[in-house]
């Protein structure tokens, strides 16, 4: 069982910066692969960014490439994902998600973002 807590979501300008945290509790951290995705009003919840579970791989959706950057410390059980250049259309709930192939598929509560313009 994994618990994920998301936290540093909040309200900044459009082209201002933020650094999402998504710390886990339980076993085994480094077991699993950590996503973030992200849900907006309206809208289906989407892909951001994925990272492998030992950090040598990262994956992003298009629309983030270059901004955004995906990050973990396994030995603080803590995933990141730093947001540069922020626009209106990144405001959203943002998730975080953890999977591993052999079994676990875990969501935290999400973290509210909003950008201005």
């Known amino acids: 069982q994994v618990q994920l807590v998301e936290s540093g979501g909040g309200l900044v300008q459009a082209g201002e910066s933020l650094r999402l945290s998504c710390a886990a509790s339980?076993?085994?951290?480094?077991?699993?692969?950590m996503n973030w995705f992200r849900q907006a009003p309206g809208k289906e919840r989407e892909f951001v960014a994925s990272?492998?579970?030992?950090?040598?791989?990262?994956y992003y959706v298009d629309s983030v490439k270059g901004r955004f950057t995906i990050s973990r410390d396994n030995a603080k059980n803590t995933v990141y994902l730093q947001m540069n250049s922020l626009k209106p259309e990144d405001t959203a709930v943002y998730y975080c998600?953890?999977?591993?192939?052999?079994?676990?598929?875990?969501w935290g509560q999400g973290t509210q973002v909003t950008v201005s313009s």
């Open positions: 998600h953890a999977n591993r192939p052999s079994g676990g598929n875990y």
């Open positions: 339980g076993r085994a951290f480094s077991s699993y692969a």
């Open positions: 990272i492998a579970r030992n950090g040598g791989s990262t």
